[in-house]
């Protein structure tokens, strides 16, 4: 079976920092685009980065552009966003999806074929 397992998540003051992590079981991450959404309470789903399959670009809503980066580590098929100087806008539930038509970033939440359960995130002092 496919799952993507997100953790990392958890409460952190503003300022501070997290890293996020997903790893894939079933099937490899090596080859496929990956993006995180985030979803607030009472919010939209909102993409927050994503990187292409074809060469690994990157893409960032402006939101966190600076502060988050996304990154697959594929000798552990896992993949990672890192974020820094985290807000307290930044409270959400952060989900880990990968498409596997090798379609570049950015994607829609629909456009992703796996999705984990998310990991919630809290920025708060």
């Known amino acids: 079976q496919l799952h993507l397992v997100e953790s990392g998540g958890g409460l952190v003051q503003p300022g501070g920092s997290l890293r996020l992590s997903c790893a894939a079981s079933g099937f490899s991450l090596d080859y496929y685009t990956i993006a995180w959404f985030r979803q607030a309470p009472g919010k939209e789903r909102e993409g927050v980065g994503c990187?292409?399959?074809?060469?690994?670009?990157?893409w960032y809503a402006e939101s966190v552009k600076g502060r988050f980066t996304i990154s697959r580590d594929r000798s552990r098929n896992t993949a990672f966003l890192q974020m820094n100087r985290l807000k307290l806008e930044d409270t959400a539930v952060y989900y880990c999806t990968v498409e596997t038509y090798h379609r570049s970033c950015p994607l829609t939440y629909d456009e992703m074929d796996y999705w984990g359960k998310g990991t919630l995130v809290t920025v708060s002092s």
């Open positions: 990187i292409s399959s074809s060469d690994d670009s990157t």
